[in-house]
């Protein structure tokens, strides 16, 4: 497992060169965790690749686990932003189903980057400001509500994303480790969604449009 500083706060880009570099070498670690995973990356290749001094990359990022953390916050968030609304009458267990399934299969498309992401996100230390792994947390289980239709979260809506977020992750990472297969994967997230978006007796049910059809999901990593 790569190390931790709980110590050390990384800093965080304010100019608009900072923000280029800053991306630049998450870009370059996602390439890099693409080829050759987390243990192989090492950090003095980031800051090669990134063209950063290796003194700054530390600044940003004090370990591994902080960068590849940081680099999963990021595809959430592009994830976040070019998901599009699911199409009209499309309820939420189709709609919740699709998003997932579909940024899934993106995942599997490299492995060793996806795994690589999960195991930091897992170890991420939580510094003052919540740090990477708890915003993605958040920005998951945000984009599973908005594309269940619920615009006004009551607390049993947000657990429920938060269990259906941790079996996704528990689900994703079985197959990572090559313990069961991209198909059971599906089929485990179609049954998550049936057996936690459906309607409950004594619960509302989740708002959102009704009908069938999967989202269209954009890749999760596009690592250039």
Not at 37 to 51: I, K, N, P, T, Y
Not at 147 to 156: F, I, K, Q, Y
Not at 179 to 197: F, K, N
Request: hydrophobic share 40%; net charge positive.
């Amino acid at each position: 497992m790569p190390r931790t500083s709980g110590e050390r706060t990384p800093a965080h880009p304010t100019s608009a060169k900072q923000r280029q570099r800053h991306a630049r070498i998450l870009r370059s670690a996602a390439r890099l965790g693409a080829a050759h995973g987390l243990d192989r990356v090492q950090m003095q290749d980031v800051a090669r690749e990134s063209g950063v001094a290796i003194a700054t990359l530390y600044r940003y990022f004090p370990s591994k686990t902080h960068l590849f953390a940081a680099v999963m916050y990021a595809q959430v968030l592009r994830l976040d932003a070019e998901t599009p609304p699911p199409p009209p009458g499309t309820g939420p267990v189709e709609a919740v189903t699709g998003l997932l399934t579909g940024a899934s299969r993106q995942l599997f498309e490299q492995p060793l980057l996806a795994l690589a992401m999960m195991r930091a996100n897992n170890a991420a230390p939580v510094d003052h400001d919540g740090g990477p792994a708890r915003r993605t947390d958040e920005l998951l289980a945000g984009l599973m509500l908005r594309t269940a239709g619920v615009s006004c979260p009551t607390e049993r809506d947000r657990r429920v994303a938060r269990l259906l977020q941790q079996a996704w992750y528990g689900l994703l990472v079985t197959v990572l480790y090559e313990r069961s297969s991209p198909q059971d994967a599906q089929d485990g997230i179609r049954l998550a969604c049936r057996l936690l978006l459906a309607p409950q007796p004594g619960h509302r049910e989740w708002t959102g449009p009704r009908a069938s059809g999967p989202t269209s999901v954009p890749a999760l990593h596009r690592p250039t």
